[in-house]
């Protein structure tokens, strides 16, 4: 199984882009989450969902910005940024996690949860 992440570009602060992550092999059983690292940072969680979609975890400085969702067929997810700010500038990695995130208490948060990483997809935004 291989995640692979795009949608990244470079967009002014304010503006919007939505992110893919397709796993060519099958991954519905599983939870996803989005990491971003920026330049001399470390590795963040941004945002995760369950493995049926219905649930799903943000990190505070994106919440009710950025948008995470499974397509029909759960091998592909997507987020959904809005609002941008140059502050959200990094590489944004999907992953997969270890286990299906239905239950409220996993560390989805957690670098440790995921098995599996995409290559990454740079998001720039301008100020």
């Known amino acids: 199984v291989q995640l692979q992440a795009s949608g990244g570009g470079l967009v002014q602060a304010g503006g919007s882009l939505r992110l893919s992550c397709a796993a060519s092999?099958?991954?519905?059983?599983?939870?996803m989450g989005w990491f971003r690292q920026a330049p001399g940072k470390e590795r963040e969680f941004v945002a995760g969902i369950s493995a049926n979609g219905g649930v799903t975890y943000y990190a505070d400085v994106v919440k009710g910005r950025f948008t995470i969702s499974r397509g029909n067929a759960k091998n592909t997810v997507y987020l959904q940024l809005n609002n941008l700010k140059p502050e959200d500038t990094a590489v944004y990695y999907c992953?997969?996690?270890?286990?299906?995130?239905?239950?409220?208490?996993?560390?989805?948060?957690?670098?440790?949860?995921?098995?599996?990483w995409g290559q990454g997809t740079l998001v720039t935004v301008s100020s």
């Open positions: 092999g099958s991954s519905f059983s599983y939870g």
């Open positions: 992953a997969r996690g270890k286990n299906s995130f239905h239950s409220g208490t996993y560390p989805v948060s957690s670098l440790g949860s995921y098995d599996l």
